[in-house]
């Protein structure tokens, strides 16, 4: 099964950068998308970003369009979350995860394999 270790998590500032890496291990020939999701105390986990693991196409929850850009790294087996002017609001732990079947869906349901998470805590 795939392994994933988020890392790069933090506190920081409002309009500060952060850069979330994600490493993936174990049969990562399987996998088809990766994405990152988010769950902020008191809400729901939702989906943030996504990339498909062959062809590099992106996709983006419109709320983080903007400020949000993800990539990988096929070589390192490591998918990459690019924050930039970080809010309070995206004070949260951010998830990442791998699906290794085919499917267009970004539902967090169709992702079957996850990190532990890693704490961004964006102070005002």
């Known amino acids: 099964q795939v392994q994933l270790v988020e890392s790069g998590g933090g506190l920081v500032q409002a309009g500060d950068s952060l850069k979330l890496s994600c490493a993936a291990s174990?049969?990562?020939?399987?996998?088809?998308?990766m994405g990152w999701f988010r769950q902020a105390p008191g809400k729901e986990r939702e989906f943030v970003a996504a990339?498909?693991?062959?062809?590099?196409?992106?996709y983006y929850a419109a709320s983080v369009k903007d400020r949000f850009t993800i990539s990988r790294d096929n070589a390192k087996n490591t998918v990459y979350l690019q924050i930039n002017s970080l809010k309070p609001e995206d004070t949260a732990v951010y998830y990442c995860?791998?699906?290794?079947?085919?499917?267009?869906?970004?539902?967090?349901?169709?992702?079957?394999?996850w990190g532990q998470g890693t704490q961004v805590t964006v102070s005002s």
């Open positions: 995860a791998a699906r290794t079947y085919l499917s267009t869906s970004l539902d967090a349901r169709n992702f079957n394999y």
């Open positions: 990339i498909s693991w062959s062809g590099g196409t992106t």
């Open positions: 174990r049969r990562t020939s399987r996998i088809d998308t």
